[in-house]
């Protein structure tokens, strides 16, 4: 087995950070913040593949990729519906996945890539860079390189998964994976899964920790900590920036699970008791059920609360008053 080991050293920021989130990590666990709640752990697992994606400049809207993965009719490019298929497939598999492994790897690659790229599922042949927008931040290694430079990435993780903090070693691979760029499209859809897939390993609840959000929000941050590290020779900048985005979206769940145990009213309750997830309805069928005969009073105590906590959306969020408006409990 090789002896390659990535460079990089721990700092205290690191330990703190690492403290921080243990303890974050533990509240939602005990408190089973997003086993009790599927619709969060749906919301939180379609912001991922949203936020993902929109790195990658695909156009699709967070309702629209949310539409394409309840099976609904989007109209958009044919190219960026697909990549949502895709992704959603690929995430779908992540308590199978064993991020050690090269069959493995190139498996989830080709579904991640399916119909969308020629090579799917295989290492590239041609010269790669690392961009940010029109910005190249750096130059990969030659093709020729990328399948031994896999080789001692894959074989380090096996090595040294359970010994390496999860923290540490996720954020590390994802770094040495980016600066390999071992695909011709979706290096960066990858190494941010395979970042998922090793935290996922160490606590079951990343899968539905919408990590790929605050990598979003922070995308020039995120470019930038990849660009010093490449200029360091190691990977401790980028660490660091990771750490802190999971602490700081760890921070987000919380925050949305005691939100949404505080807020929820009894007239919240009743309405979402009556509706099944992903289920259209108008208003009067809801106003039915509901047992209600004001409209004002739906809109005032039930649907306006349930809407601004994000537990029920509109089919037609920009026209909220269409006959053709519907209501779906997420």
């Not at 590239?124 to 020729?144: L, M, N, Q, T, W």
């Not at 200029?231 to 985005?245: C, T």
Request: aromatic share 8%; hydrophobic share 35%; glycine share 4%.
């Amino acid at each position: 087995m090789t002896n390659y080991a990535p460079p990089y050293s721990i700092s205290e920021r690191m330990l703190e950070q690492i403290s921080s989130i243990s303890e974050k990590v533990g509240k939602i666990t005990s408190h089973k913040e997003l086993e009790s709640k599927p619709h969060l752990r749906r919301n939180n697992r379609i912001r991922s593949i949203h936020s993902s994606l929109k790195i990658e400049a695909n156009s699709l809207s967070l309702n629209e990729v949310r539409d394409v993965i309840n099976g609904h009719l989007v109209i958009g490019d044919k190219k960026d519906i697909q990549e949502v298929k895709n992704a959603y497939a690929a995430y779908e598999k992540i308590p199978e996945i064993d991020p050690t492994s090269e069959s493995m790897l190139k498996k989830i690659h080709g579904i991640m890539t399916h119909l969308t790229m020629e090579e799917s599922g295989e290492y590239r042949k041609g010269e790669e860079g690392v961009f940010s927008g029109d910005r190249c931040i750096f130059v990969a290694p030659p093709p020729h390189m990328v399948k031994g430079l896999m080789k001692d990435l894959l074989a380090w993780a096996k090595k040294n998964e359970g010994k390496i903090h999860p923290l540490i070693l996720s954020a590390v691979f994802h770094y040495e994976f980016v600066f390999i760029h071992p695909f011709a499209d979706g290096n960066g859809r990858m190494a941010r899964l395979w970042h998922t897939v090793f935290l996922y390993r160490w606590r079951d609840i990343f899968e539905y920790i919408p990590l790929e959000s605050r990598i979003e929000q922070f995308q020039n941050q995120y470019y930038d900590a990849i660009a010093a590290c490449n200029r360091n020779g190691n990977s401790d900048v980028f660490i660091e920036f990771m750490l802190d985005a999971i602490d700081r979206v760890l921070d987000e769940v919380i925050s949305q699970a005691n939100r949404e145990n505080a807020e929820t009213s009894e007239y919240i309750k009743k309405i979402l008791k009556l509706m099944e997830f992903d289920v259209p309805y108008t208003s009067n069928e809801i106003l039915e059920r509901l047992g209600l005969k004001s409209k004002e009073t739906l809109r005032r105590n039930y649907l306006n609360p349930a809407i601004e906590l994000g537990l029920i959306r509109m089919t037609i969020p920009d026209k909220p008053n269409s006959r053709n408006q519907r209501y779906v409990k997420q």
